[in-house]
């Protein structure tokens, strides 16, 4: 075998959906190729394509294998990939505002604690930290994000709450994330942004969109009282 | 006007689902047996697609306020209008007054009940089906409750001649052959990156028909029992896209059929996936049922989609010649 093995390869998914990975880590520019890849595909146009969903290292294409078989669709594909180098990521930077502590964050002090640091530490850190979204998953709207600092992981609440109000901020092991809707969760809470991360009503129905790039903006109640009546009328 | 009496355990709205949002978390979701809901659609003259009851062993008790035509598909729950059995797989006119309710499951696990001209519902992101996890489509993203009202939109087919009085014609459509007979469940499984990673005797455990349905079986997917499997060296899977049928296996060894409602990404070993033609099948699998698979290939799997998909076309073609007036 040659030693210029293409840079992806294909893997079928069924027969109604096939997987092409990219690499095998988790990795913002990496990831940062996935969703360029996929915003590529977008731009291709090809029909019989439902879903394109990007993760970590893949992308997993659902097409109808009454469109397409799927050696026609892989060597359509081909070109796409082969055209890859220099292509940026389409993401956007977002600031999300977050109100930490107290009510919203009812987990902070019990994280500074086991982190050896002050909640205002934390808060420092948590808000200085650059999150790439590498996808979303889980449920609807909920991000899987990248660039938490280690000196803030923490294991996830051995009990985990029967309800965890939606746009949670949180901490489960070394990830951070946000929770789009109230749901029963196990990650320590360290504060809770007034956005909507999930709305059906709007277009996109989501806030946060694989590729974006996030920062957390620490905010005070008032700020968060002000921005969560704007969410309500937009 | 639908009134749900009694609401079953579990009675939602279903459709084809809501592709298009996987990329955002949104599962696709809809009809577990898909063959099953598009027939009832065409049974009475509607579209595919179209939002109809999706219908869990323990059926529901209906009452029709007005006279509709509709067709129950799917498993078989021993049907009952104004306390006479009813067929299934034929379309059904149930005069205005009548009452709808359901006996013991004598085959499958989901019924389909679609009536002509479709329920009238709200699109929510493209679909009408219901998603509890997005709390959406349906009626609010909840399942059926007693006192629920359900509306349909107008008829595709007249009334029959004497309207006030239940009536099947004596034509359908035939079903078995999609379901396939024996004591179990057959289904060709298209090998995943860690099929070959299994030790031998685990391989020949999913051929066998070693395994069953547990307890544990919804939407989500069906968990299956078992001698536990091992994979030779354990790789953990990148979190990555997954579909229903995907066979997946948990640290548990234990494996799980994901099924119409599962998630978009999962990140447990993949044993493989079922091939689409087989989805009815493993969607009427209840617990307790032998699931046997057998190695497929994705260009077979294919080929026999698409021969698939031509015969269902002639049935349906045949179909609307039967329809007397329909509008």
Same mark, same amino acid.
């Given at each position: ?139 609807? !709207? ?6 938490? &600092? /280690? $000196?803030?992981?923490? @294991?996830? +609440?051995?009990? %985990?709450?029967? =309800? ?26 360290? !504060? ?6 999930? &709305? /059906? $009503?709007?277009?996109? @129905?989501? +806030?946060?969109? %694989?590729?974006? =790039? ?21 | ?327």
């Amino acid at each position: 075998m040659s030693g210029s093995q293409p840079p992806w390869r294909f893997q079928p998914l069924g027969d109604s959906a096939l997987m092409i990975e990219l690499g095998t880590g988790i990795d913002p520019g990496l990831n940062a190729r996935v969703h360029a890849l996929a915003a590529r595909l977008d731009h291709a146009g090809l029909p019989g394509i439902a879903d394109r969903v990007p993760a970590y290292a893949s992308l997993c294409l659902h097409y109808d294998p009454l469109a397409w078989d799927y050696a026609t669709l892989v060597e359509r594909l081909r070109p796409l990939l082969e055209a890859e180098a220099g292509a940026p990521c389409p993401g956007r930077e977002l600031t999300v505002p977050v109100c930490y502590g107290g009510e919203f964050g009812p987990d902070l002090a019990a994280l500074a604690t086991h982190c050896g640091l002050s909640e205002s530490e934390v808060i420092a850190r948590h808000s200085a930290g650059a999150y790439p979204v590498y996808f979303l998953g889980f449920a609807p !709207g909920f991000p899987y994000l990248g660039g938490l &600092d /280690p $000196a803030l992981a923490m @294991p996830r +609440r051995a009990q %985990p709450r029967p =309800r965890v109000p939606a746009g949670s901020v949180a901490i489960g092991g070394a990830q951070t994330g946000i929770y789009p809707q109230a749901t029963p969760g196990g990650w320590q809470l360290v !504060g809770r942004t007034p956005w909507r991360l999930f &709305d /059906p $009503a709007r277009q996109p @129905p989501c +806030r946060i969109l %694989p590729g974006d =790039r996030l920062r957390f903006r620490a905010i005070g109640l008032e700020e968060f009282q002000a921005l969560a009546e704007q969410e309500d009328r937009a | 006007m639908i009134r749900v009496e009694q609401a079953g355990l579990g009675t939602r709205i279903e459709d084809a689902g809501r592709p298009g949002w996987q990329h955002l978390g949104i599962a696709t979701g809809g009809a577990m047996d898909p063959h099953a809901a598009r027939a009832a659609n065409a049974l009475v003259g509607n579209e595919p697609g179209v939002a109809l009851l999706e219908i869990p062993l323990a059926g529901p008790v209906l009452s029709f306020e007005r006279g509709l035509w509709l067709a129950l598909t799917g498993a078989d729950l021993s049907p009952e209008l104004d306390g006479r059995a009813v067929d299934g797989w034929r379309p059904l006119w149930c005069p205005a007054g009548s009452r709808l309710r359901f006996g013991r499951p004598s085959w499958g696990c989901r019924a389909y009940l679609a009536v002509s001209g479709g329920l009238d519902l709200p699109e929510v992101l493209g679909s009408r089906a219901t998603d509890e996890r997005a709390g959406i489509g349906g009626l609010e993203g909840r399942t059926l409750r007693a006192g629920d009202v359900l509306k349909s939109l107008p008829a595709r087919l007249p009334p029959p001649e004497a309207p006030e009085r239940p009536w099947q014609p004596d034509w359908g459509l035939a079903w078995r052959e999609i379901y396939g007979v024996g004591e179990a469940w057959r289904l060709q499984l298209i090998p995943g990156e860690a099929w070959d990673g299994l030790e031998a005797a685990g391989q020949a455990a999913l051929l066998d028909g070693s395994f069953r349905v547990a307890a544990r079986a919804d939407r989500m997917g069906l968990c299956l029992d078992g001698p536990a499997l091992r994979l030779r060296e354990t790789r953990e899977r990148l979190s990555a896209g997954v579909a229903p049928g995907c066979l997946q296996l948990p640290p548990s060894g234990l494996p799980i059929l994901l099924g119409a409602a599962c998630q978009t990404t999962g990140g447990y070993p993949l044993l493989g996936r079922v091939a689409s033609q087989d989805r009815p099948r493993w969607a009427q699998a209840r617990p307790g049922d032998a699931l046997a698979f057998e190695l497929g290939d994705v260009a077979t799997a294919q080929s026999a989609w698409r021969r698939e998909e031509r015969l269902w076309q002639m049935q349906k073609a045949e179909l609307c010649r039967r329809y007397p007036y329909q509008r």
